[in-house]
């Protein structure tokens, strides 16, 4: 058995969280789509959508995806392409992708009941069962996300690596969960951390924690230094004739499955783009004026230089003719030509290539 930091103190300031949270909850919530009901299959896409995304970015985005897709089994049969046309905006496509593998699993056995179950499925962690099984099946069991990690800090006045915290907050809310509406409290916890408990400038006089809490301020928790994003220069090559433009699914990568520009992984002058083409035996036309573009990721920045490049015959190149003699090991592959309109309405763009399509006036 794990060890727990806390004491009776502790114990005892945690058994007075739900009646605290619980009518403070009732009374602030925010209507959200996924609050509607509890259906496990909601509410897992609901927390699959709520990593790393914020909450006015995935309402817009759940609400559209259950309109396409309303059952598990319809999750599980959607063409890949289609589901990260869906997944479009949400970013950090894997978590689309072992969304469905998990969704094949339940579509044939069943929904699991239990955190400890649904820790088993693809792209599924402590958090996210915690969240499914207290929100969906009414257990106690824990959710210890960041919020809940900065609310729980400042409450005790625990300086602790985060790490270190998340393991201490679980055991401890595992012990003290409230015995009914433990969905509530779970979300309780959550929407303080969103609403209230901010990282910067808490809005401590309105929680209805203040008279606990021992800190009262955003010093806590202890933030680590986040190490410098890699840089990658990229030169985007936006391959178009009068109807068609050129766009290559992605085989590998963080952007894996969606479709994007033909890419080479340096920075191109204008001349050395020409040459670059001419040497592939492209038949130019003309090349147009460079745009530039800095796209974060979490662990990354691409900088990005685009030339628009209409070609003669586009449809008659083959895949071969687009691939970079110097890296043949492209990250690019299933050569696509479709209109401007097509590629907005059925293709998965992600935003690190939509700003480029722009650059492309319909003709």
């Excluded at 001349?271 to 003309?286: A, N, S």
């Amino acid at each position: 058995m794990k060890e727990n930091h806390f004491g009776k103190t502790e114990y005892d300031t945690a058994r007075e969280l739900p009646d605290l949270l619980l009518p403070w909850y009732d009374a602030n919530k925010r209507i959200l789509p996924w609050r509607v009901n509890t259906d496990p299959y909601r509410v897992w896409i609901s927390e699959i959508m709520l990593q790393q995304t914020r909450v006015e970015a995935a309402k817009e985005h759940y609400v559209r995806f259950l309109r396409e897709l309303p059952t598990v089994r319809d999750l599980a049969d959607c063409p890949e392409d289609r589901l990260l046309k869906l997944w479009e905006g949400l970013g950090y496509y894997s978590r689309a992708r072992n969304l469905q593998k998990a969704a094949r699993l339940v579509a044939e056995n069943g929904f699991p009941s239990t955190a400890q179950e649904w820790r088993k499925l693809p792209g599924i962690g402590d958090y996210t069962a915690g969240a499914i099984a207290s929100i969906a099946f009414g257990q106690p069991e824990p959710a210890v996300d960041g919020n809940v990690i900065r609310v729980l800090s400042r409450l005790f006045g625990d300086g602790r690596p985060q790490d270190i915290l998340k393991r201490d907050f679980a055991l401890l809310l595992k012990e003290t969960y409230p015995r009914t509406r433990c969905g509530d409290f779970t979300q309780s916890l959550m929407e303080l951390g969103a609403t209230v408990c901010l990282p910067l400038s808490p809005l401590c006089l309105t929680c209805p924690l203040f008279s606990l809490c021992k800190t009262k301020s955003d010093k806590l928790p202890l933030r680590k230094e986040k190490a410098p994003r890699r840089i990658y220069e990229r030169t985007l090559l936006l391959f178009h004739d009068k109807n068609q433009i050129a766009v290559c699914k992605r085989r590998e990568g963080v952007l894996k499955g969606t479709y994007g520009f033909f890419s080479i992984e340096s920075k191109l002058s204008h001349e050395e783009t020409e040459k670059f083409l001419r040497e592939c035996g492209f038949k130019i036309f003309q090349i147009g004026k460079a745009a530039t573009h800095k796209h974060v990721f979490s662990h990354l920045e691409w900088h990005m230089t685009a030339y628009p490049v209409f070609c003669e015959d586009l449809t008659e190149k083959t895949a071969k003719d687009f691939s970079d003699p110097a890296a043949p090991h492209t990250p690019f592959s299933d050569l696509v030509f479709a209109s401007k309109q097509d590629i907005e309405k059925n293709y998965s763009l992600p935003s690190a290539f939509r700003w480029a399509l722009s650059l492309l006036t319909d003709e």
